[in-house]
């Protein structure tokens, strides 16, 4: 690139500044302004604010490796700025027209005094316009150093800001070992400090740098002519660690930490049932929550000590909570699994909502409690040890994970997997080889349900009380998102899932008010660009991306009756 | 020979069309049966109705003294009646094991929640599963091929996966729609004497839809002519070119007089 | 044949089924003969059950306009969409924040009403068609060869991203929809006692939708947009621009979505971001009971899901002894939705489409 493609970086520049317009006037760059990365220097705001000048730069700058220094720097510049110009007029629209927060609630003095760094104006907008120019111009350098020093240069700058934006993980680990001084010097009151971030950036560049220039080809080499031997070995010792690592965390990341990990659990559990539904056997369910609901109020109603309970051992009503959302899944199920596709996904939301509706109304009031719910619910015990801490809920629901997955490991590798895999890939088909129809989807529906249902169950007991709050479309919806991000089908993936977007808003807290927004992005963002989702089944890549193989394919060779009957998800 | 199935006064409509219309039709156990018939004659509504993919209107079909009417379409595979398909329906994203596989349904008995308590009855019936889907593909020729996506094979494999597929629930009947569509005259020769080869050496009775004349005149000891959901004529292959209804269906009438129905296929063996 | 073997012949699910719908046919009627013969419940005489009536056909105006949308992008795309009721909802918010809020404080609202309601549905039918636009072309339009489930997957995604951009930009707070006092109050119209918005709400929907209905039938956008429905293929080779084609449907969806929009305000009189979602699934729910993809049946499933929803509770679950019974309104209608889909997916008038395709 000789030339500067004027109207790719005006395009590229003027959507980011429209990113950032928006980040902005929907609070969301104020909001994360309150959370500190590198203390004094840079907060998530800011970085929110910053981000998409950079990679405006960046991605003018393109992918040519001959390229000119001087074109290239100019667009990256010029983008970054471009990035800058909607804000910038925000600044001044906000000057003059003083009463737009009645219009626009976050347009707030608050947000003003961030863009433009506490100072007037019109040296603050420029000030911020200048900022962002140069990042641009930062993002568009990138492409001239060399790639073997680029590579671990972008590695060691993520980890740095990774490290610096989730340090309450490294915080939490390192109070429970070191002195309260010692972590000060690392971790003020939020972020890191300058110091901590200059040297954590110089670890990990000198760290990536090595891994670099030590033979990285020939690892990858080595890696590719492993024989499936020495795999299995491999994957058995990586295993063994990470349970053993598993049984000792809660030691390792200290009560709060434990806490998010433990709820993590919970929605791998719930994602791990939906997973089978969805993934599996191709039923999109909407109304997934309300397994999760009955398998948590059955086992509440059981084992509460309040008025409305029942006062059962946690350990015998557990099980009943199960089989009760086992049974509902399947009486539910059975009128609903003739319907395809997407009309299957509007029935469950269907139910869901009526379930929703039905808790909190006066009709079951005197049996669940409406919208004050069950309080007092029962702990697990064993003898006179009883559950109570973070730490006695982790190993519960650690144990419920670990059966969860075992059981739908086994079952994808199985006879049932086979029936779930043709059900998902030609109904008809599936039922013209033998394979019951309703009695396979029921299958999927009812294993789902009971892993919601013993979600529910430990849920209940770990919160220690049961609400209709608890219980919205938006727990379906976030597990959906969980498997989607995950990897549709992919039992690691699903895991992964779950740690990505539970985990790290509960560490976030900042996140709350824009989860959902999130959520929505990622939906989008995902199905657009990554359908497998981030960590795949082995089928499912192959499944999802076959548009772009050359290979001959069934579907070239179909009439149109077959396009009807396409793979679902 | 008994009849392994007969139709007595099939009606299929939909809406207004009538698609099938009272069609008696019967097949001898053992025997090559054809039925031929221009495009949109109701073949493969007939095909889907005896599967159960759709509901006859009126009329019955007995399968073995078991009435197949109001029977959904796993149940009838159940029974010994497996299908192929005009255009090529495969589970795509399967490879072609798990493709045969699935076809093995009707005979796997083994419960669902067998592989999670690690049934010992569960994992014997799967090793023998596997190792009978090995040989099937060794006999349709897809040797070596076990592990290749269904969508991956060659069109002439696909066709040989999904016959065997079919053969892989052991059925007494298999239903074959037009099995050598868009293939070149050697594999049409060599896809015919396969399907002869299965009836001689397995024994399975075979239903044919097939527009090649020489492939059903070839190996059929009976066709059925339909025109519009109606049974035209039905008799043995000679009969069959000899017939005027017959020409006359196919080329317009007319042309009955000049017509001949490619009888030169007759002479040369297929 | 054994009894055993009977048994084994009977399919269990159908035995199921048939027990569900004895049991809700034994409800309903039970219900209202309670009700009607046996005055359980509150008691009401005949002035009000027109007045259910009257709020349930006004309420299904509502619903139709919303439906149209569904129903009209079903048609073309086979496709939920389920972001509809976020351009509903944005119509509502973008129109009663940034205009009508703004002319009710300058008085405006009471020297010209009628100008006032103009430029306030223009507002919420521009907002609605520039939000449905940008999502049928980011997130729907990339994917329209994907597997089914590929863009109602979006589609959710969409409707979170709309409702939580639009409480970003105006809060979470309820906001008051300025109603022009004229048009408060109740008028008598054939000896019907009617509340003039609720009226209002009537005419306009059933003039909306005859005029779509002809716009459909009649111009030539419209039988562009009908041959796209049949056939995208075929109408591409007929040069017809499938993507304009499809993103007008969209526009007059939404534009009809928007048009609710300020007739939900002048009705309830109050908008907030989670507007959209109840009236969006009930919408559909109505576009169902039409026979999806069919527009006259979007327009009655409406009314009918509205008069269904207001006589409904007090008629049946009243009879039932039901606590509270008008808490449970939703709940009538989405357990019509799902008697539908189980029972009849052809919807009550009967589409072929849904059958076909579905």
């Known amino acids: 690139m000789n030339t500067i493609n004027w109207r790719r970086v005006i395009q590229v520049g003027l959507i980011m500044g429209v990113v950032v317009l928006i980040a902005s006037i929907i609070g969301m760059v104020q909001t994360f302004d309150e959370r500190d990365m590198i203390a004094g220097l840079l907060t998530l705001g800011q970085l929110l604010l910053f981000a998409p000048a950079f990679y405006g730069g960046f991605s003018v700058a393109g992918k040519d490796e001959r390229r000119a220094p001087v074109p290239t720097l100019l667009a990256g510049l010029l983008a970054g700025a471009l990035a800058a110009v909607p804000v910038v007029l925000l600044v001044a629209l906000a000057g003059f027209w003083t009463t737009i927060r009645d219009y626009f609630v976050n347009v707030s003095p608050q947000l003003i005094e961030i863009l433009t760094f506490g100072r007037e104006s019109v040296s603050g907008s420029l000030l911020l316009l200048g900022v962002m120019a140069g990042l641009g111009l930062l993002g568009a350098a990138i492409h001239l150093i060399p790639q073997r020093v680029r590579r671990p240069f972008i590695n060691a700058t993520m980890f740095t800001l990774v490290f610096s934006l989730f340090s309450d993980v490294p915080l939490n680990i390192a109070n429970q070992f070191l002195s309260r001084d010692l972590v000060r010097l690392v971790f003020p009151s939020k972020g890191i400090t300058v110091v901590a971030a200059v040297v954590i950036f110089a670890l990990a560049l000198a760290v990536a740098l090595w891994w670099e220039f030590s033979g990285r080809a020939r690892r990858q080499q080595q890696q590719a002519t492993i024989t499936p031997e020495a795999r299995r070995r491999n994957s058995l010792i990586v295993m063994v660690v990470s349970l053993a690592l598993l049984l000792v965390l809660p030691r390792i990341l200290g009560i709060f930490l434990t806490n998010v990990v433990a709820q993590v659990g919970t929605f791998v559990l719930m994602a791990l049932g939906l997973n089978i539904v969805v993934g599996f056997a191709g039923l999109l369910d909407l109304g997934y929550v309300a397994f999760f609901a009955v398998g948590a109020y059955v086992t509440a109603l059981l084992t509460s000590t309040g008025d409305l309970g029942l006062g059962v051992n946690f350990w015998i009503a557990m099980p009943i909570g199960v089989i009760a959302a086992v049974l509902f899944g399947i009486v539910l199920g059975i009128p609903v699994l003739r319907l395809r596709g997407d009309y299957l996904a509007i029935v469950t939301l269907g139910f869901g909502e009526i379930i929703r509706v039905l808790v909190r109304s006066d009709l079951l009031k005197p049996v669940i409690g409406g919208a004050q719910g069950i309080l007092d619910v029962g702990r697990p015990n064993f003898g006179s040890f009883t559950f109570v801490t973070p730490e006695h809920y982790y190993y519960l629901i650690l144990a419920g994970c670990m059966l969860a997955l075992f059981i739908a490991w086994r079952l994808r590798d199985g006879r049932a997997g086979r029936q779930w895999m043709a059900v998902r890939e030609d109904e008809d088909v599936a039922e013209a080889v033998g394979i019951n129809l309703v009695g396979t989807k029921l299958l999927a529906f009812a294993i789902g349900a009971g892993f919601a249902g013993l979600a529910g169950a430990i849920f209940g007991s770990r919160v220690g009380s049961v609400f209709p709050n608890s219980f919205e479309l938006l727990i379906s919806i976030n597990v959906l998102a969980i498997i989607i991000v995950g990897g549709v089908g992919s039992l690691p993936g699903v895991v992964l899932g779950a740690f990505v977007l539970v985990g790290l808003p509960e560490l976030l807290r900042e996140f709350v008010e824009f989860r959902l927004l999130i959520y929505g992005i990622l939906l989008i963002v995902m199905m657009l660009v990554r359908p497998e989702g981030l960590w795949p089944s082995a089928v499912r890549r192959r499944e999802l991306h076959a548009a772009e193989t050359d290979e001959p394919s069934v579907a070239a060779a179909e009439g149109p009756l077959h396009e009807e009957v396409q793979p679902l998800v | ?270 | 044949m054994t009894l055993s073997q009977r048994l084994r012949d009977i399919d269990w699910i159908d035995v199921w089924l048939w027990v569900f719908r004895v049991v809700i046919i034994l409800g309903v009627v039970i219900g209202i003969t309670r009700k009607l013969f046996f005055g359980a419940g509150t008691t009401y005489d005949s002035s009000d059950w027109i007045d259910f009536f009257i709020s349930g056909l006004s309420q299904g105006g509502l619903y139709a306009l919303i439906a149209l949308g569904y129903t009209m992008v079903y048609g073309v795309l086979f496709m939920i969409n389920f972001a509809h009721g976020e351009f509903f909802m944005s119509g509502a918010m973008a129109s009663t924040y940034l205009i009508a809020s703004t002319l009710a404080a300058s008085g405006f609202i009471n020297e010209q009403p009628i100008l006032y309601l103009v430029l306030v549905t223009v507002a919420a039918v521009l907002t609605s068609m520039g939000v449905s636009l940008l999502t049928e072309r980011i997130a729907y339009r990339p994917l329209r060869r994907a597997p089914r489930l590929v863009p109602l997957i979006t589609a959710i995604g969409a409707s979170f991203f709309w409702q939580y951009i639009f409480r970003g930009l105006f809060g979470s707070a309820v906001k008051a929809f300025p109603v022009p006092t004229i048009l408060e109050g109740r008028v008598n119209v054939f000896g019907l006692d009617f509340l003039k918005v609720r009226l209002i709400v009537i005419i306009v929907s059933i003039l909306a939708l005859i005029g779509l209905y002809l716009f459909v039938q009649k111009t030539k956008t419209g039988k562009s947009i009908r041959a796209v429905a049949e056939d995208k293929d075929v109408a591409a080779l007929m040069g017809i621009d499938v993507d304009r084609a499809i993103a007008t449907t969209f526009a007059i969806g939404a534009m009809m979505a928007g048009i609710a929009a300020v007739l939900w305000g002048l009705v309830f009189k109050q908008v907030i971001f989670s507007m959209g979602f109840v009236p969006g699934i009930k919408a559909f729910t109505a576009a169902v009971l039409g026979g999806i993809g069919s527009i006259p049946g979007a327009a009655l499933g409406g009314f009918f899901l509205g008069v269904i929803e207001a006589v409904g509770p007090p008629l049946i679950l009243e009879g039932l002894g039901a606590p509270g019974a008008h808490q449970l309104k939703d709940v009538t209608a989405f357990l019509l939705l799902v008697l539908v889909l189980i029972f009849r997916p052809q919807g009550i008038i009967g589409e072929r489409l849904a059958e076909k395709k579905a």
């Open chain 2, 1 to 270: 020979m008994a009849n392994i199935l007969e139709a007595t006064n099939v009606t299929k409509r939909f809406g207004g069309l009538v698609a099938v219309n009272r069609l008696d039709f019967a097949i001898p156990e053992g025997g090559i049966v054809s039925i031929i018939g221009p495009n949109g004659a109701g073949k493969t509504t007939f095909f889907n109705c005896i599967t159960g993919f759709y509901q006859i209107d009126d009329g019955d079909i007995v399968f073995n003294g078991t009435s197949l009417k109001g029977r959904s379409p796993d149940k009838i595979t159940r029974l010994g009646i497996a299908r192929t398909y005009q255009n090529i329906r495969l589970f795509a994203y399967m490879s072609a094991i798990e493709n045969i596989l699935a076809g093995m349904e009707p005979r796997l008995n083994s419960p669902w929640f067998g592989p999670v308590l690690g049934l010992p009855g569960t994992r014997a019936e799967e090793e023998k599963a596997v190792e009978e889907a090995r040989q099937l593909l060794r006999f349709v020729g897809l040797r070596g091929k076990g592990d290749s996506l269904a969508r991956n094979l060659p069109y002439g494999d696909q066709r040989r996966l999904e016959i065997a597929r079919a053969l892989a629930g052991n059925p007494r009947l298999l239903l074959l729609d037009e099995p050598t569509a868009g293939m070149n005259p050697r594999e049409t020769a060599e896809t015919t004497e396969f399907i002869r080869n299965l009836r001689d050496e397995i024994g399975i009775t075979i239903l044919l839809i097939e527009h090649d004349m020489r492939v059903v005149m070839g190996i059929s000891e009976d066709i059925t002519v339909l025109d519009y959901g109606e049974k035209i004529a039905q008799g043995t292959p000679v009969e069959i070119q000899g017939n005027p209804r017959v020409i006359e269906a196919y080329l317009g009438r007319g042309a009955a007089g000049a017509a001949h129905l490619t009888v030169e296929s007759v002479e040369e063996p297929a």
